[in-house]
């Protein structure tokens, strides 16, 4: 049986490591998968726990929490973890961006595309025969 992985250096360690499935080697993902039921059972100890207390009494990083959270591990749990929005840093509980930014964003986008057909339209406007014949004078 081939195994379709590439060599590839481990990011936690720098290991080398064949990737098949996972972005880690063995070892480093065995020490994730415990880091992360030590966060899932902390959090289902202290329910009501915020971000500061799971940083403070597990070895979890932000971003192994922020993964958790994007892969559901606290769903179920009574949990109201937090981390900031990545534009005004005002607290969230998913995504990337709390609703305020995200719909700025998305008020910018829909400004930028009705700008961009604009100056489509007056492109085209500018190429029809209605705007050619339009300056011109009859000669007499």
Not at 20 to 42: I, P, S
Not at 57 to 66: D, F, V
Not at 95 to 112: A, E, H, N, P, T
């Amino acid at each position: 049986m081939a195994v379709n992985g590439k060599p590839k250096n481990c990011p936690k360690c720098g290991r080398i490591y064949m990737e098949v499935g996972r972005k880690m080697c063995l070892e480093c993902y065995e020490k994730t998968l415990k880091l992360k039921l030590t966060v899932f059972e902390y959090v289902r100890g202290h329910q009501g726990c915020n971000l500061e207390e799971i940083l403070a009494n597990t070895e979890a990083n932000m971003p192994l929490i922020r993964q958790m959270i994007r892969e559901g591990y606290f769903d179920n749990e009574k949990a109201q973890i937090s981390y900031p929005c990545i534009k005004c840093g005002a607290p969230i509980f998913y995504g990337k961006m709390c609703v305020k930014c995200f719909r700025k964003l998305q008020k910018d986008i829909k400004v930028s595309k009705d700008a961009i057909e604009a100056r489509e339209k007056l492109a085209q406007y500018v190429k029809s025969a209605a705007y050619k014949t339009m300056g011109r004078r009859k000669k007499n």
